[in-house]
């Protein structure tokens, strides 16, 4: 193998998939490849293992499969979809993917994926090595979310809030600035807002000093908010540019979606389903799904709707930069009449410095 240079596997469901992926990638790293049809050779440990197959297929699941314990010694999975639908995204951190993109990123997007940005240089286990898998874990019980929303299946409360928790004991030891970090490097579009709006959320709670119960509210609320989306086209949800009319009315359905699969389901407090339909309400009745008013806005929904504007501002997606944390914040400050002053104030130290 060349000196300085990690080793990846690549595996696809054709041989065009394959080669495909292996030129891109061949310039900066050692490659090994294979088939998924073919029985599996490949012996040393790679750092990364890049898969390009259609998880629509019941025998490329069941290859991934039997692959397991090879998949689980790479710091970074990265699933390339065909189809990029809730379903298949889900699938594929059921499979143990770390960042799942669409097919056609192009090159210089899955090199940035496998490369350190702040030199520029291979770093495929420098920005992996985590103390936990929080991050990981939370985004399994997102998908699986997403999932259950889409097949109308029972929700894995329990798992959604053991996942919130975790989160919680990560930025309680590490801070939220290295959560925002991990985050933004391994997941895209929904799932990153949901896991940077419940970091968000944790640490404003941590910071206002609530109780116990009403951080695990807090998160619980977070992890569920945007669950109404699993019904929304994900052509719309990650459309560059602004939505017209008819795609924002759509967009604008996932609150009332959301609180209505939630409803139904075992262990969610009426606090918890106040926020997921609440979190687009403003103080000055100018929000939706009900143009509620000041006094009819909880605790919880107030900060969790700070935290989703603020979250939504930093996130990065591959068409627009990433906001300043310091910029995103003059924002939450000038919607005057909309949040609650107080709350902007003490979200200060969170929105800068934590």
Not at 65 to 91: E, G, Y
Not at 171 to 183: D, K, R
Request: charged share 20%; glycine share 8%; with cysteine.
């Amino acid at each position: 193998m060349a000196a300085g240079r990690p080793f990846l596997h690549v595996w696809a469901d054709t041989s065009d998939k394959l080669s495909g992926i292996c030129s891109i990638l061949q310039e900066k790293f050692t490659i090994a490849g294979e088939r998924l049809d073919a029985d599996s050779r490949l012996s040393q440990a790679p750092a990364a293992i890049v898969i390009r197959a259609e998880l629509r297929d019941v025998d490329n699941i069941a290859a991934i499969k039997k692959r397991a314990s090879k998949l689980a010694k790479a710091s970074k999975r990265i699933f390339l979809l065909d189809h990029t639908s809730h379903v298949c995204i889900s699938q594929a951190y059921a499979l143990g993917a770390t960042l799942v993109l669409p097919s056609t990123i192009g090159r210089a997007k899955l090199l940035a994926a496998l490369i350190d940005p702040a030199d520029g240089t291979p770093a495929l286990l420098s920005d992996t090595q985590q103390p936990d898998n929080a991050v990981e874990i939370a985004a399994t019980a997102i998908a699986s979310m997403f999932t259950a929303v889409t097949l109308g299946q029972p929700l894995d409360v329990a798992g959604a809030k053991k996942a919130g928790r975790q989160i919680a004991d990560r930025i309680t030891q590490h801070g939220l600035t290295e959560w925002l970090m991990t985050v933004r490097r391994h997941h895209e579009g929904t799932y990153q807002h949901c896991l940077l709006v419940t970091g968000v959320a944790i640490d404003f709670g941590l910071s206002l000093g609530v109780g116990r119960a009403d951080l695990e509210r807090l998160y619980s609320a977070a992890m569920f908010h945007d669950i109404g989306k699993a019904q929304i086209p994900l052509a719309i949800l990650d459309k560059p540019g602004r939505l017209d009319p008819a795609e924002r009315a759509l967009v604008e359905t996932h609150p009332t979606t959301g609180y209505d699969f939630l409803k139904g389901q075992e262990g969610i407090s009426p606090e918890i389903l106040d926020a997921v339909r609440h979190h687009h309400e403003y103080l000055d009745g100018s929000g939706y799904p009900d143009a509620l008013c000041a006094e009819s806005i909880g605790d919880i929904v107030r900060i969790l709707t700070i935290s989703d504007i603020f979250a939504a501002l930093i996130e990065h997606r591959h068409y627009k930069p990433t906001m300043p944390r310091a910029e995103a914040y003059n924002v939450l400050c000038g919607m005057n009449g909309k949040l609650e002053r107080a709350l902007i104030q003490s979200f200060k130290q969170v929105a800068l410095t934590r």
